[in-house]
């Protein structure tokens, strides 16, 4: 049989800057339910890329001095760039793409035409407003306070030829399709679009600019290029081989399962989008899930405000499973959350070091220490659990666990225990399948907390002091912790893969029960597996500790990303002649340097300057040079200004340096001239 396929896609990212955590969020999403469907066996297709045209990138490269090209391949493929984020995040992308692609752009220029062919796409004038850092063409009514309704920001006034896309001949159906279908997900995103976009009236859009080139040219009216989200939307369908030989598989694929997209950017997927394919003919996206944002101290992080959060930073200090595991865990994945450190170290230490790690550790540790590491046989599942876990399966939701037992009878702990194990998979599968991966995962920790109270409840420890009597007992007890902890473990490869592989071994469970099928059935695990207590998986982080770390870590990423040399600003001012020859400068020779007593900053520099008299000249400059090394050397100073006093001695004149900062650091070298140059001799 055929396969179930999914598509599913991200954003494809604007190579300006580096990624943040925000975009982080996006993608180890989009890869956790990825991986999900992929856990239950489906043909799975999961695309991310780059975005890399635009007026932004333009600026930005002319700014750094380089092509657009060499911009953005430093940043896509350079040093802690976007693929090596993703490879560090264990982003498990079936196929990146990269806008600048040749196939891309020749297939761009297809659909172009297409559209122009069909009569959708017509030439006329573009007057309107333009937000740059958006490439976002906005009507006056769509503004702010005048301001991009988008970032907020100052946009200008745009007036140009252009082509235009027939977006307003589409109002109906998109109205239609939002309202009446689950296109558009979570819901309450539906009434943002209609009451904001749609109901003030669809305006055709502009789709092609001619003040800048860094963009596809539009191939049969040279100077054009195509509209920086005609491009990137057409992404989805150019990386499965539309309109291009490169791939074969739009046929297999299109249409996708889902594009999951942040808030900011839903109206070009859930209005321009759509409205491009029905020109086009082609079939709709089965939905369009827009994501919240993470925000810092309740703002947007953005570099220009310099409050980003490098991920690179913190998976290198939580470990990457830990990091994915924060992101899917603590905030709904349809609203904003609040991202702080402490919040994210809480997170790994309650969830992780606490409920899962401490449930694994204590359970190896207890199979080794009372059966030397191997449960005997025959304490697997009993077949009134088997029973009660096939009814949690069958009705999907966990029936309370009366089973008429006597209120003292350990047994109860146990059907209690299978029931929420054995029905956690329909839970969790409602919820990854609703796009809320925050409410699957919460759901798998109420049954780790269970799992934990299991092992109060029985007391082990009191169970082994009589082997005799209660070993069977105690076997069958460890049994059901292992079980659920596989269960669970199961349900957890999407988001924390690599540790699960870890855990599975911790356990001794086989490969044929860490399937998907697996996890709904209790009792799949070997009653003799053989757990060993191993690495501790998820350590506790002394928190202090930790965010100290973090704030030096940031200190130095911050320095790394100053400009190696910053200089002053040269002056506006002019001076004139006769005043500039009224400065003296001679040359100079150290005969002694000291430091001046009680500071720490003034070097006393005794000079002959020619005359035959020494001259005392103070300089701030003890942070630079030591005062032996100095002595001998020929300096530059300016030996007509009015003497003056520091620290009670007298300073006659200024030694000259050259100033600068590197890495956001001062910097200081004092002129030091010639050798051959005699003392006293005049600089003009
Ligand atoms: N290039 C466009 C997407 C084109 S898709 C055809 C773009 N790129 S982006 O790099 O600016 O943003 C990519 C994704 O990152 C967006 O979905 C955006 O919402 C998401 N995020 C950027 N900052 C974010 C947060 N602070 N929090 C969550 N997601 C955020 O838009």
Known sequence: ?????????????????????????????????????????????????????????????????VTPKEFVDKIVCGERGVLDLWKLMNISNDRFIRTTDDYHVAAIQKIFKKMYENGDIYKGTYKGKYCKPCESFWTESQLKDGKCPDCGREVQDAEEEAYFFRLSKYADKIQDLLENTDFLQPRSRVNEMVNNFIKPGLEDLCVSRTSFTWGVPVDFDPGHVVYVWVDALSNYITALGYENDKYDDYKKYWPADVHIVGK??????????????????????????????????????????????????????????????????????????NFSNELLIQTINTDLANDLGNLVSRTTAMVGKYFGGRLPAGCGATEMEQGAACSARREATIPNGDFLLDPDDPVRYDMDLVLKAAGLRFDYEAAMDAYAPHKALEEVFKVIQRANKYIDENAPWALAKDMEANGKRLAHVMYNLLETTRICAILLIPFMPESMDKLFQQIGACEGCR???????????????????????????DMEKALQELEEAAEE???????????????????????????????????????????AKLLKFTLDDGTGVDRQILSGIAAWYKPEELVGKTLLAIVNLPPRKMMGQESCGMLISAVHKEKGEEKLNLVMLDDKIPAGAKMC
């Open 1 to 65: 049989m055929d396969k179930k396929k999914f598509y599913i896609t991200t954003p494809i990212y604007y190579p300006s800057d580096k990624l943040h955590i925000g975009h982080t969020y996006c993608t180890v999403a989009t890869d956790a339910i990825a991986r999900y469907h992929r856990l239950r066996g489906e043909d799975v297709m999961f695309l991310t890329g780059t975005d890399e045209h635009g007026q932004k990138i333009e600026d930005k490269a002319k700014e750094a001095g």
């Open 264 to 337: 900011e950017i839903v109206r070009f997927h859930s209005i321009i989008w759509p409205a491009m394919l029905m020109s086009l003919g082609e079939p709709l996206p089965k939905h369009v899930f827009g994501h919240g944002w993470l925000l810092l101290d309740g703002g947007k992080m953005s570099k220009s405000k310099g409050n980003v959060v490098d991920p690179y930073i913190l998976a290198e200090h939580f470990g990457v499973d830990a990091l994915r595991f924060f992101l899917m865990r603590t905030f709904p994945f349809g609203s904003d959350g």
């Open 515 to 541: 399937t998907w099928d697996s996890a709904a059935q209790w009792g799949s695990l070997s009653d003799t597996a053989e757990p060993a207590k191993g690495e501790n998986l998820f350590p506790r982080v």
């Open 557 to 599: 990423a911050r320095k790394a990303s100053l400009p190696d040399i910053e200089l002053e600003p040269q002056s506006a001012e002019q001076v004139d002649f006769d005043t500039f020859c009224k400065s003296d400068f001679r040359a100079v020779k150290v005969k002694a340097c000291e430091n001046v007593k009680k500071s």
